[in-house]
């Protein structure tokens, strides 16, 4: 999180695959992004950070995402369903869609660990995109080695070498070391977003915030 040049600015973004937050966050903030360089912006480099907003989930649980919220979670079933109907509104803005029948819960740990393997290889930013889309879009279990090996392959990436790494649990410090930084900042919740290694925005933000947070963080390097 060293600011960078003048030339480009950098923006770390903790978060966690099985967040909606996160996913709509990233949606708001690749918008403002975009207008920003289209402005006449500098070049905008993202890295993505390990979080984990539920450490404690069920690896295999046998229901879904809703009976998980109402039989574990002990939430009211109304209480889902009206929070559902507001996040598909937010969603339908967004051309975001949620496919809350068949998601299922998972422990995100082997899917952090997944995006930083994808990281070696220049695909970060699409193992991220492509989990997400799996998770909350197509009922994938982003928590099964299987799963994960199999949404490597798609993005172009050797899916044995990803078997090999999560088996052999290579890239699990790294997402400990993401985990234990996002402590030393406080960082309580995702998304979080620190802009050129100085400016924080936290949660889902819309549009304009990002934007102004990337102007004045060059801005005030001149």
């Not at 450490?55 to 369903?81: C, F, I, S």
């Not at 995100?108 to 660990?113: F, G, K, P, S, V």
């Not at 620190?194 to 004045?216: C, H, N, P, T």
Request: aromatic content about 10%; some cysteine.
């Amino acid at each position: 999180m060293t600011p960078t040049t003048s030339t480009r600015v950098t923006v770390d973004i903790w978060s966690d695959v099985t967040c909606v937050w996160c996913h709509i966050g990233k949606r708001k903030f690749e918008a403002a992004r975009d207008a920003y360089i289209t402005s006449g912006g500098v070049p905008v480099d993202v890295e993505y950070h390990s979080y984990q907003l539920d450490t404690d989930p069920p690896v295999d649980y046998n229901g879904r995402y809703a009976e998980y919220l109402t039989d574990v979670m002990n939430l009211p079933a109304r209480q889902v369903r009206d929070r559902f109907a507001m996040i598909n509104g937010i969603g339908e803005e967004l051309g975001l869609h949620f496919d809350w029948d068949n998601l299922q819960p998972a422990n995100t740990l082997l899917a952090q660990q997944a995006i930083h393997f994808a990281e070696g290889h220049d695909k970060q930013a699409e193992m991220n995109d492509r989990l997400l889309a799996a998770y909350f879009e197509e009922g994938r279990n982003v928590g099964s080695i299987a799963e994960l090996v199999d949404l490597a392959a798609e993005i172009g990436l050797n899916g044995h070498a990803l078997r090999d790494a999560l088996t052999n649990e290579e890239f699990l410090p790294a997402v400990r070391a993401d985990i234990a930084r996002a402590g030393e900042l406080g960082i309580g919740s995702v998304p979080f977003f620190v802009i050129d290694g100085k400016y924080g925005v936290s949660g889902a933000q819309e549009a304009d915030v990002f934007r102004q947070a990337l102007e004045r963080a060059v801005a005030e390097r001149l």
